[in-house]
């Protein structure tokens, strides 16, 4: 595998269930990323972790639930969702958060909430 | 807070054309980031830009950071079928380069590229 890596790439859920999504990178980055992409909307912004250490959530409910075992995984835990959170789940990774670091992005989990 | 507005919203042209489209943000960025995303897909880093004033290609497309730090504009020449996507603008400003810096989006300008 190369790249980012995410799975599931379709998920269809109650909003009763609990899931989860998962990424992977393979770049030896230190920072990863979890975006929120719906129709004609700019991607939001959900989590970043630097060095598995949480640096940014941007008021984002607690019904997502991220963790990061180590640099290489990243998990969103899913659970109680409205069907408003239906979208595009995009995981990204870059060597850092500052500097010159651009983000290379996984293919995304497209989420459906019924 | 800064606002990134990216226009066409969507283009329709015929293979052969150029492609031009655009974003500003209402503050100063020091980095901005074309991507393309194709349907199913994820974004896919296109051309990154980190001077004013900077002009930069790859292939068919050239993009360039405006001198007043706030507008980056990206061109697709001689349009192919391949071409259609929708292309996302980002910008980010940072204060020190250890600094954490957010990525701003735009919108998206869908292309639509007919024979």
């Known amino acids: 595998e190369t790249g980012v890596t995410q799975t599931p790439r379709h998920l269809v859920m109650g909003m009763t269930n609990k899931k989860s999504l998962k990424c992977e990178q393979h770049?030896?980055?230190?920072?990863m990323y979890w975006y929120k992409q719906s129709a004609k909307k700019p991607l939001e912004l959900m989590f970043v972790y630097s060095l598995e250490e949480r640096v940014e959530n941007n008021s984002v409910p607690s019904r997502f639930s991220p963790e990061c075992p180590n640099s290489s995984h990243l998990f969103l835990h899913l659970h109680t969702l409205q069907p408003e959170d239906s979208a595009l789940y995009l995981c990204?990774?870059?060597?850092?958060?500052?500097?010159?670091?651009?983000?290379?992005f996984g293919p995304g989990t497209r989420l459906t909430v019924l | 807070g800064q606002q990134l507005n990216q226009s066409p919203q969507s283009m329709f042209i015929q293979e052969g054309e150029d492609v031009s489209m655009n974003c500003t943000s209402s503050s100063i960025f020091n980095t901005w980031l074309w991507y393309k995303q194709d349907p199913g897909e994820g974004p896919v880093l296109l051309i990154a830009?980190?001077?004013?004033?900077e002009l930069t290609s790859n292939g068919r497309l050239t993009a360039q950071f405006g001198i007043t730090r706030k507008d980056s504009f990206l061109n697709i020449s001689a349009s192919i079928p391949s071409d259609v996507g929708i292309y996302f603008c980002a910008g980010r400003f940072l204060m020190t380069t250890d600094s954490w810096g957010k990525l701003q989006f735009g919108a998206g300008t869908q292309v639509v590229v007919t024979p």
């Open positions: 830009l980190y001077k004013a004033g």
């Open positions: 770049l030896g980055h230190n920072a």
């Open positions: 990204a990774s870059s060597q850092g958060t500052g500097g010159v670091n651009e983000q290379f």
